[in-house]
Nanobody, 125 residues
């Protein structure tokens, strides 16, 4: 059974940092891209970042480029999202997702059925 589990969310002050983790099981993790999406209250779920199966290709939303870094450790079946210089507008529930495809595609990931349960990130003073 495919499972994705996020961790690492919390409350942080503006300008602070958090590192989210997404640990996977139930499928051949090394073969597939993984993405991070987020959803703020009253807003649509949006793609934040994704990483290809090899880890060579990464994509970022314009709003987080230069502040967030995605990486993966295939030996640990884990994808990380390092979030620096956090802003109040980064407040949301963050989800990891896979569409069982090798390449990183926000459009494909958004349509996937394979999501984690989410972790709350709150940026506030």
């Amino acid at each position: 059974q495919l499972q994705l589990e996020e961790s690492g969310g919390g409350l942080v002050q503006p300008g602070g940092s958090l590192r989210l983790s997404c640990t996977a099981s139930g499928f051949t993790f090394n073969d597939y891209a993984i993405g991070w999406f987020r959803q703020a209250p009253g807003k649509e779920r949006e793609g934040v970042s994704c990483i290809s199966s090899s880890g060579i290709i990464v994509n970022y939303a314009t709003s987080v480029k230069g502040r967030f870094t995605i990486s993966r450790d295939n030996a640990r079946n884990t994808v990380y999202l390092q979030m620096n210089s956090l802003k109040p507008e980064d407040t949301a529930v963050y989800y990891c997702v896979t569409d069982l495809y090798v390449s990183c595609r926000f459009s494909g990931l958004k349509q996937s059925n394979y999501w984690g349960q989410g972790t709350q990130v709150t940026v506030s003073s």
